[in-house]
């Protein structure tokens, strides 16, 4: 298989509303689409809004949430040290890569739903028909995205994220600014789900979405198809 450029893009926002707890992004949904890629053969590089470390969701890295993959990804110290200095988002050239992957934790509903330089990033994949994949709360970066005629790119696609069910379970659906699943279908996406933590995928075309931290993996083999 011809070595595909894939930039995988992690939020830079640790705060979790006004709770005083912290947040970022979630590491099975970083480890295992990384490993996916890596053992396909491809390249990644790996951004940030800020550059650098990117903050690790605390509760992501607790023993009910470890898997093969973070284990494999903690013990990597190439990995690591992709990780702690992450390109700034501000200074990524769309053209370099040939898809563009987003894993989720709550960070990105703060920073990438709304940051100018992740939204003209999927555009520019987008209409340079270069799949766009995003994981969990990650699809939030698509929220702000327009398409050619300027409509919402997701108005009439299918995708999924987060549910609302999911976000009650987690018991944050009054801290978050946005619940995905209603969000989505306020701009005229086809929103769809599976079981509450059960792997679930969405393909419209270039999009390509991922419900939770379950879906990572077959969410990153989906992409790696793709570009195959």
Not at 64 to 86: P, S, W, Y
Not at 191 to 202: A, L, M, N, T
């Amino acid at each position: 298989m011809e070595m595909k450029n894939i930039l995988v893009v992690l939020t830079s926002h640790d705060a979790l509303g006004d709770t005083g707890e912290k947040t970022g992004f979630w590491l099975e949904e970083l480890a295992a689409p990384y490993y996916a890629f890596v053992d396909a053969g491809h390249k990644l590089t790996l951004a940030s809004p800020a550059g650098g470390q990117p903050p690790l969701d605390p509760k992501s890295n607790e023993t009910d949430f470890q898997t093969e993959d973070t284990h494999r990804f903690e013990a990597d110290a190439e990995a690591k040290e992709a990780l702690a200095n992450t390109h700034k988002l501000a200074d990524i050239d769309a053209s370099q890569f040939d898809a563009i992957f987003y894993p989720g934790g709550h960070g990105p509903l703060w920073d990438l739903r709304e940051n100018a330089d992740s939204i003209k990033l999927i555009e520019t994949f987008y209409s340079s028909n270069k799949p766009v994949a995003a994981v969990c709360h990650a699809p939030a970066v698509l929220l702000n995205v327009k398409d050619n005629q300027g409509n919402a790119l997701v108005a009439n696609k299918k995708v999924t994220g987060f549910t609302n069910g999911e976000e009650a379970a987690v018991e944050l659906t009054d801290v978050v600014p946005v619940l995905l699943e209603d969000a989505f279908k306020s701009l005229g996406a086809n929103y769809q789900k599976g079981d509450d933590w059960s792997s679930f995928v969405v393909e419209d075309g270039l999009l390509l979405t991922g419900q939770n931290p379950a879906s990572s993996k077959a969410l990153a083999e989906l992409l790696v198809s793709k570009l195959a």
